[in-house]
């Protein structure tokens, strides 16, 4: 197993495996030769296969056991073709719908695999499996399996079989190897431990120490809380035999129902199908196709609803053709009917959002149809005011310092860690948060901080650990409120290692934490420490962990999400997410007045009806998709690091480059190695202060010659493989719920036929072309040109530099630069450097925004500075917002400069105003 990171790969692997031994088996019988041999092999694949079956339903036990008494009794012929089919079945996913009430034994036709018969009608239902966790012998789990399966009809949307197993450790296996499980039934007790082959172990260590200790005691408590913090999606049942009396409502909240002693298997069955479908079940999806078969006159606006402005075109008829007729049946500007309003929602759009907030772990969800870039100006416009402080890194998304010029509040530019040789930032370490908020409460303007907003996780896959960062910053500031960024990480929520890093999911432990007896115990115990160190040393604010007082604390917390960029949805739809304790109180009229002010009132439903149906596939397929882009991402970093041509020309940047040392004292180095194989991500995602997403593939590119945009474009135009982020020297491959096997082999051949191209051009070029070959590789790798820090604000928009604040208005300095009497542009041939020479400060009246990176390198009011200026020359893309290659730089005169600093020697932000 040591080839493969996913399980669930090595499990195809394994089958296919043996589809090849019995194979070969059958032919050597045939030609009468010793078949010791292939029987042995075939005999290990079965003995492992029937170790890891035991956790499924298909092929599960019942085919292992068939397979190895043909092979016992030497069927050859019957067992090649029983293991060939049941593969195929496994691999193209048809399994899901066979006949599971089908008859079992001998007595199925030759070639046919016992007991998965095809189903007539089958193709059409959704196929789940149900785990039942109870030691009981093989002939109870047979008469289990028949009652449920007869209290089945051909009438429920949904089939399922199911796995049973015996102990608390085979249950956490199998949630978290088997991705088709649905929904638990926790029968009785059960023991606690099991024997497993290694390869699965890893799952084990997954659960939470402390919830592991309560197992001997508690199993069915214990397995719940476990199953409850690993896939929160799942549906518990529980069946008892102990009397109502005695089960308290503490020990049964996790679960949907709880059954006592009798065996109810309907009423059992109804409340699995109950709890899949309310999981299914889209609300606003739903409406939206009921709609569409309404005969609907429509006498308003929209002429292309239900298609009429096509249908009875002379021209544009083409466009009907391409998108079919359901999306303009689709199309309508009406809220009524059976449709909902975004900006006021009581009906099905209430009901979507509602389950999106469930299912994303937050208290409040809200739909967003025009992108991250609105979503986050809605939350920022929503709690921020003017002059207040927002924390935020100097390397955001630019929707941030917008919404920031908007909303009137001032930026604290945070640094990000630099990583030179690849000319990319990586995320803001926590000392220099508790840094900045030191100085700013030592300059008497901590009550002025609002809002600490960062990325995660960042374009390249860097990721915080936001329960970390937001329990050190509450004990400096117990009343933060904290945006999160996660444009690029809304499909965390799908697997408990990557979702212990969400916001959501941090806040919620924060507030468990917090309300428990032990915390504020240990707090207290923290305090009487704290209380005897000088309050005035910086140190003792810097070195040593901090802890928040639980009386003042308050849990204040937004998360938006670009749901497209990473799960199933349309362009630009996005969600903002809410865990605010103070949001009814304080929040929700001015967040929903920003919500009305930068939403639509006429949202398109298409966006909507899809984020409503992402939001299903989350819960219902998430963890499963989750994972095999996991594994694709792992397979693809492994090819390039194992072979030796793609390795020369191809450098895969591992977790050990993309975070410094300091940050990692899990001491992982890289996913993968050719000596030791995989390492598992878990204790880099649990320990380090910084964790890399795997599924962000980083490769150097600086060995071809090329520059990350021209390779890029190379990929474009000659191979039709889509990326977006490069940096000077490296490109980001990203691996996401739609990545597929076949698509990441094309992807390695294609890099593959450029280094054989690579490799046999420089084998025939001559002296000279070699030469500045090698001069275009060393500009990549050794000569580039220094990363833009954020400088500082001018003085007349900013604080005192002595201070080290760096706060600053910016959004005076945008509406300064709209009176073109203010502005001079100064052309990069020299210009800018003959003024900063000669004493002047050059100050930009813009955002400069190249791409990449895609952050504004400078922002109104930000004075320019030699390293800024070097790498905005330095920088080869064509595309540079806010900058123009003819006039060049805009930037403020410097009479408007000196007259506002006479005018304006005043920092505060009220006083600045009425000058």
């Not at 499980?181 to 260590?205: E, W």
């Not at 197992?215 to 529980?238: M, N, T, V, Y």
């Not at 639980?550 to 969600?575: C, E, F, I, N, W």
Request: charged letters at 25%; one cysteine or more.
């Amino acid at each position: 197993m040591r080839d493969h990171y996913a399980a669930s790969q090595f499990r195809t692997e394994a089958w296919n495996m043996l589809r090849q031994s019995t194979d070969v088996l059958r032919h050597v019988h045939d030609r009468a030769q010793d078949v010791s041999a292939m029987v042995d092999e075939t005999q290990w694949v079965l003995g492992l296969l029937s170790q890891i079956e035991r956790y499924w339903a298909f092929p599960g036990p019942a085919v292992c056991e068939d397979l190895t008494a043909r092979l016992e009794n030497e069927h050859y012929e019957t067992l090649a073709r029983r293991a060939a089919r049941a593969t195929r079945q496994l691999v193209s996913h048809a399994y899901r719908q066979r006949d599971l009430a089908a008859a079992g034994g001998d007595d199925y036709e030759e070639g046919e695999l016992p007991p998965h018969e095809w189903a007539a009608g089958s193709q059409e239902r959704h196929y789940f499996e149900v785990l039942v966790v109870d030691d009981i012998d093989e002939e109870e789990k047979l008469r289990f399996r028949e009652e449920l399966l007869a209290v089945q009809t051909d009438d429920d949307e949904m089939v399922y079989d199911l796995v049973v197993v015996p102990t608390f450790e085979d249950a956490v296996i199998a949630v978290l190897f088997n991705h088709n499980i649905q929904a638990c039934v926790l029968r009785y007790r059960f023991p606690v431990q099991t024997d497993v082959i290694p390869g699965l172990k890893h799952y084990l260590g997954l659960v939470d120490p402390a919830v592991r200790s309560r197992a001997e005691s508690d199993p069915s408590g214990a397995l719940a809380a476990a199953i409850q913090a690993l896939r929160p999606e799942l549906d518990l049942f529980k069946v008892t035999d102990e009397t109502l009396g005695s089960v308290s409502a503490s020990r049964t909240r996790l679960f949907r129902r709880v059954f006592y002693r009798q065996e109810d298997y309907l009423e059992l069955h109804l409340s699995i199908m109950k709890g899949i479908h309310e999981r299914f079940d889209a609300p606003f999806f739903e409406a939206l196709k009921e709609y569409s078969l309404k005969p609907t006159g429509v006498f308003h606006a929209l002429p292309i609803s239900r298609g009429k402005s096509i249908s009875k075109s002379h021209w544009i008829k083409d466009m009907g053709r391409f998108y079919g007729q359901n999306i303009f049946l689709a199309e309508t500007s009406s809220t009524t009917g059976g449709l909902d309003s975004l900006l006021q929602p009581t009906g099905p759009l209430k009901r979507a959002q509602e389950r999106a907030a469930k299912a994303f772990g937050s208290r409040h969800t809200f739909f967003v149809t025009n992108g991250t870039s609105t979503a986050n100006k809605i939350v920022t416009q929503g709690l921020v005011r003017p002059g207040d402080l927002v924390m935020l890194s100097h390397d955001c998304h630019k929707s941030h310092p917008y919404a920031l010029v908007l909303a009137g509040a001032e930026p604290v530019y945070l640094d990000a860690y630099p990583l030179h040789e690849y000319q990319m930032f990586g995320g803001v370490p926590l000392k220099e948060i508790r840094q900045r908020l030191v100085n700013l409460k030592r300059a008497g303007k901590l009550d002025r901080v609002r809002m600490l907003l960062l990325t995660n996780s960042t374009f390249d896959g860097v990721v915080y650990d936001p329960e970390r960062v937001m329990r050190e910053v509450l004990a400096i500031k117990p009343d933060m409120i904290f945006l999160w960024d996660e444009a690029w990480f809304a499909f965390a929520r799908a697997t408990p290692t990557y979702r212990r890093r969400t916001a959501m999911a941090a806040a919620e432990r924060l507030r468990e934490e917090f309300r428990s007896d032990a915390y504020r115990e240990r707090y207290e115990e923290w305090r009487r420490d704290f209380d005897r160190l000088d309050a005035q040393d910086p140190a003792t604010w810097l070195d040593r962990p901090l802890l928040p007082d639980p009386d003042a604390v308050r849990l204040r917390v937004y998360a938006t999400h670009s749901t497209h960029k990473t799960l199933t949805s349309l362009r630009q739809g996005s969600m903002i997410h809410v865990f605010d304790q103070d949001f009814e109180k304080d929040a929700k009229g001015p967040f929903h007045e920003a919500y009305m002010t930068h939403t639509s009132t006429s949202p398109n439903y298409q966006i909507l009806a899809s984020l409503d149906v992402g939001r299903r596939q989350l819960e219902m397929e998430g963890y499963e998709f989750v994972r095999s882009s996991v594994g694709l991402a792992m397979m693809i970093r492994k090819q390039i690091v194992d072979h030796p041509l793609l390795r020369k020309y191809f450098r895969l940047l591992r977790s050990g480059e993309m975070i410094p040392e300091e940050f990692r004292p899990s001491g992982v180095e890289r996913f993968y190695d050719p000596e030791a194989g995989f390492t598992r991500i878990e204790r880099h995602w649990a320990l380090d202060e910084f964790a890399l997403d795997p599924t962000r593939v980083t490769v150097h590119v600086g060995a071809t010659g090329m520059t990350g945009d021209q390779f890029r474009k190379l990929l474009i135009e000659r191979y039709d493989i889509q990326i977006n982020k490069t940096s000077r020297n490296t490109v980001l491959f990203m691996l996401n719920i739609g990545s597929s096997r076949g698509s990441a082999t094309y992807l390695l051949d294609v890099l593959m036929q450029i280094a054989e191209e690579i490799e046999e051009r420089r084998a025939e070029e001559s002296e000279l072309d070699r030469e500045r070959g090698e001069n275009r590789v060393q500009a990549l790798v050794g000569e580039l040109p220094p990363l833009p820090r954020f400088s500082h604000f001018h003085a007349v928009f900013g604080s005192d530099p002595a201070e080290g604040t760096r706060e600053g208005d910016m959004r005076r300095a945008f509406f300064l630069a709209y009176a073109t009497g203010n502005l001079e542009y100064l052309p990069l041939d020299g210009s800018v450097v003959n003024a900063m020479e000669a004493g002047r400060q050059v100050v930009s009246a813009a955002f400069v925004t190249p791409y990449p990176p895609g952050f504004p390198i400078l922002v109104p009011g930000q004075v320019v500075t030699p390293d800024i200026l070097e790498y905005l020359k330095a920088v080869d893309v064509k595309e540079i917002h806010g900058f123009d290659a003819v006039s060049g730089l805009k930037v403020f005169t410097e009479a408007l400069l000196e007259k506002a600093a006479s005018t304006a020697t005043v920092l505060n932000p009220s006083e600045r105003d009425r000058v």
